[in-house]
């Protein structure tokens, strides 16, 4: 039987990262984020919400550690895991957690103006600026005069 294990999630960041290093030197870096739900309880009038474990490994851990802290949106892609160990009581604990294989930043031009206002550094590749459109050529395509002549 085929299986699936696929998480994608956009939410904001509960704390600052937490990065540590494996005994063999490998950055690992913890942190939650909380996720709106989509339906809000209408009785109560709040939105309800889920605060989701991460857990990211190397380079993207130390990414999220750098560029991210407490109240920032973050993009998640990773698989859903579970593990177990036994507590210093000896009572059998269990861990539900994301382990991220892409961490990316998320942002719209209200959080872009907003985080330039307030100090934030942001960076946006000039391959993604705002698209420009010249109106004075056709570009190659003939102007129809009504729909009534469409083919379809």
Known sequence: ???????????????????????????????????????????????SVDFINIVTWRQSAEFVSRYFKKGNPILVCGQLQTRSWTDNQGQKRYATEVVADEVSFVSSAAGSANGAAQGGNTYTPEAYGNPTFNNTASGGFEELPSDDSLPF
């Open 1 to 47: 039987m085929a299986s699936f294990n696929k998480v994608i999630l956009i939410g904001n960041m509960t704390a600052d990262p937490e990065l540590k290093q494996t005994t063999s030197g490998t950055s690992v870096c913890s942190f939650s984020i909380a996720v709106n739900r989509r339906f809000a309880k209408a009785e109560q009038g709040q939105q």
